[in-house]
């Protein structure tokens, strides 16, 4: 295999690669524990271990130059890899095979910043649920938007209860006047990950409270003042289908709401990728609410909000 022109669409990301070498790669001799323990799905794990890159192939030398790429920008708010494309050719699992490989270096920075052995591993278990989120959404084995895991790896994004919390710089926004945050202030970004059940007010409430005790402990040089968010979960017009009480608009009166983006995410995350807008399921009241309102005309948005810490 050729790299070079396999990458050939990607120049930037293998010059960056290719810049300073690799570092020397291993994978645990109990990697099938290891993929359990990180949540990979049962079905893929035969998978992952039968496409494992042969040392010293083109495959090994990309694998070792990604596990650098992210090393080398470990925890750093200001030094950012470009992110891993993806690249068929390389299989479903080549990424998963580079973070498994990473897992070292971000296990050793979680020690050294005091992260506890729950918050790393339900942070790294994310692994197995985007490979999880893969299949839902195609029907195939393979990880899900392999530079999703980068924040992960790098030591920017962690786990905390329901909701995820990442470490990241903003650019200035405003809301009806208040200023949010200038040009490089810090701030938390909120996500909320699949297969975790509801996003229920206390469940939140908990997460909320678990992330101002945890970046003060693991990251006293930082403050963040405001945690955004950037999600189709924040889309206003969601309050006009679902009941005053639901889960999902609770969630959004917590944030002021800022600018909203066209997306298909509200497809993606719900049915699938795979979805088409005139054949959706109506199983759920919330199912029946995105496709009526798309059988209308409407379009539904990707929001940002945010929140004081």
Not at 87 to 107: I, S
Not at 166 to 184: C, D, K, Q
Request: with cysteine; aromatic share 10%.
């Amino acid at each position: 295999m050729d790299i070079e022109t396999l990458l050939r669409g990607h120049p930037d990301w293998l010059g960056h690669l290719e810049s300073g070498g690799g570092i020397a790669i291993a994978f645990p001799e109990d990697l099938a524990d290891e993929l359990v323990r990180l949540a990979v799905p049962h079905e893929d794990i035969g998978a992952v271990l039968a496409t494992l890159p042969e040392p010293g192939g083109p495959l090994w030398w990309l694998a070792e130059r990604c596990v650098r790429s992210l090393v080398s920008a470990m925890g750093s708010l200001d030094v950012s890899p470009p992110p891993f494309p993806e690249v068929p050719e390389l299989g479903p699992y080549f990424f998963v095979h580079v973070f498994v490989a990473a897992l070292p270096y971000t296990r050793e920075y979680h020690r050294e910043r005091g992260v506890p052995a729950e918050v790393s591993r339900a942070t790294l278990a994310d692994l197995g649920r985007n490979l999880a989120v893969h299949r839902k959404r195609h029907g195939t084995g393979g990880l899900n938007v392999p530079k999703w895991f980068m924040r992960h790896a790098r030591g920017l994004l962690y786990e905390l209860g329901r909701l995820q919390f990442e470490r990241t710089r903003m650019g200035g926004r405003t809301s009806e006047g208040v200023r949010v945050a200038g040009p490089g202030d810090l701030a938390l970004g909120v996500h909320i990950p699949d297969f975790k059940g509801s996003i229920t007010p206390a469940a939140c409430d908990a997460s909320f409270e678990q992330a101002r005790e945890f970046f003060p402990r693991c990251f006293p040089e930082e403050r963040f003042p405001v945690a955004t968010c950037h999600s189709w979960l924040l889309d206003e017009q969601l309050a006009g289908y679902l009941p005053a009480d639901s889960n999902i608009v609770a969630f959004q009166r917590r944030f002021h709401l800022l600018h909203r983006t066209d997306s298909r995410d509200v497809l993606d995350f719900v049915f699938g990728s795979e979805a088409a807008a005139t054949e959706l399921p109506r199983r759920t009241r919330l199912e029946r609410a995105i496709a009526d309102h798309l059988a209308t005309g409407g379009n539904w948005y990707v929001r940002a909000g945010w929140l004081p810490l």
